[in-house]
């Protein structure tokens, strides 16, 4: 079965960088993008970022251009989200999700929570 | 960009009756509309997607509908599980893939 498996809560001070990862298991991990989606405290969903699996193209929401970088690694197909220069309001779960590029998100990770607190 | 509008934010309804939710998008979407299910502690829940496709394991209480630039989530016979925050969504092949504000759907 299709799963997507994030890595554990993180938390961090103004100005650090943070990466989460996702690791998938149970279908072709080159056939489907990866998305990133976060919720904020009280807040709705947002979306990041999308990479394609298969060719590496990304796109980024323009609030996080220049802040976001994501990622894949094939040999254990896994992706990976960095945000850099974390704001108290970055605080929030991050979640990853299998779509875009014309595909719905039908599986979702677990969520990471990420504290950014001084 | 695609600004996706929900209507209403806080929709109440009790048990067993019939609940319709709005997506209005600024510009035309095309057949990439896909509806969640987010419940506090969970991740977010495909239901429907492509405008009126149910996803896998989704009642069939649960419909889509729509085109072009509105849309609608109707849940018939409202059961307790389904009490939760639904947000719409645009998929389109070129990003960004804007999510509405939600629509809290709570019990009356």
């Known amino acids: 079965q299709v799963q997507l498996v994030q890595s554990g809560t993180e938390v961090k001070k103004p100005g650090a960088s943070v990466r989460v990862s996702c690791k998938t298991s149970?279908?072709?991990?080159?056939?489907?993008?990866i998305s990133w989606v976060r919720q904020a405290p009280g807040q709705g969903l947002e979306w990041l970022g999308w990479i394609s699996v298969y060719n590496g193209d990304t796109h980024y929401a323009q609030k996080f251009q220049g802040r976001v970088t994501l990622t894949t690694y094939a040999p254990t197909t896994t992706g990976f989200m960095e945000l850099r220069s974390l704001r108290s309001d970055d605080t929030a779960v991050y979640y990853c999700?299998?779509?875009?590029?014309?595909?719905?998100?039908?599986?979702w990770g677990q969520g990471t929570r990420v504290t950014v607190s001084s | 960009e695609i600004v996706m509008t929900q209507s209403p934010a806080t929709l109440s309804v009790s048990p067993g009756e019939r609940a319709s939710l709005s997506c209005r998008a600024s510009h035309s979407v095309s057949s990439n509309l896909a509806w969640y299910q987010h419940k506090p502690g969970q991740a977010p829940r495909l239901v429907v997607y492509d405008v009126s496709t149910r996803a896998t394991g989704i009642p069939v209480r649960f419909s889509g509908s729509g085109s072009g630039t509105e849309f609608t989530l109707t849940i018939s016979r409202l059961q307790s599980e389904d009490f939760a925050v639904y947000y719409c969504?645009?998929?389109?092949?070129?990003?960004?893939?804007?999510f509405g504000q939600g629509t809290k759907l709570e019990i009356k």
């Open positions: 969504q645009q998929y389109d092949s070129r990003p960004p893939y804007t």
């Open positions: 999700a299998r779509g875009g590029y014309s595909s719905p998100f039908d599986y």
């Open positions: 149970g279908y072709t991990f080159s056939s489907y993008g």
